[in-house]
Every structure is written in C-alpha cells, then in structure tokens.
C-alpha cells in the first residue's frame, strides 16, 4: 500500500529525491514519516509531515538537508535529500500511521514501504 522509489547512488553533497505512493488507504488521515536503516544498525527515525497541517519534524541529523512534503492530490510523500553525506547510506523506507501527528515510533507505524536504497560514495 506504499510504495517508495527514487534511491540511487549519488556522490557526497549530491541530491536526490525520494517518494512514497499510498494506494488504499486514506493518505490524508495519516501522518507520513520516512525512516532509514544503515547497515548493520537499526532502523530510525529521519523525518514525518503531520497529516492535517503539513508540519514537518527531523531529525538532528538530518536538519537543514532534508525536505519533505507532501501532495494530498497525489496521495504521495517526499524527501529531498541535499547535502548528502557517506553517512546518509542506507535503505530509507517510509511509513504511515493513522493520526494527526507523528509518533516517530517504528513500532506505532500502521504501513510500511518496501524501501529503495540510497548509497552516498565517492
């Protein structure tokens, strides 16, 4: 019901831009967040937009790179990812959960996607 895309290998301070699809669910209702996991670490937290207003949260490491949005119409999420570093590798995965606002929490998303892989090397 979610289905992300846009991952790619890029260079260090690179863009990319990935999005996330939802079909059969009622986007607007749900709070979108993007998670990411590297190898050998545990999944985290990157960033969310708020299902009723659009307000965006990251995290620290994320900060002042990262963009996303949100297209209602589209019943699809974005993150802009600028700056990108070696340490931005990982399999970024995004996932919905039925509230207003985000929880952060993996275990508190209601839908994951299946992740697309982004690889920062130079």
């Known amino acids: 019901q979610l289905q992300a895309s846009g991952g790619g290998s890029v260079q260090p301070g690179g863009s990319l831009t990935l999005s996330c699809t939802a079909s059969?669910?009622?986007?607007?209702?749900?709070?979108m967040s993007w998670f990411r996991q590297a190898p050998g670490k545990e999944r985290e937290w990157v960033s969310c937009v708020s299902s009723i207003d659009a307000l965006t949260k990251y995290s620290d490491s994320v900060k002042g790179r990262f963009t996303t949005s949100k297209d209602d119409a589209k019943s699809t999420v974005y993150l802009q990812m600028n700056s990108l570093k070696l340490e931005d590798t990982a399999v970024y995965y995004c996932?919905?959960?039925?509230?207003?606002?985000?929880?952060?929490?993996?275990?508190?998303?209601?839908?994951w996607g299946q992740g697309t892989e982004v690889t920062v090397s130079s």
């Open positions: 059969g669910i009622t986007f607007n209702y749900h709070a």
């Open positions: 996932a919905g959960e039925f509230r207003y606002y985000c929880s952060k929490h993996l275990s508190l998303q209601h839908y």
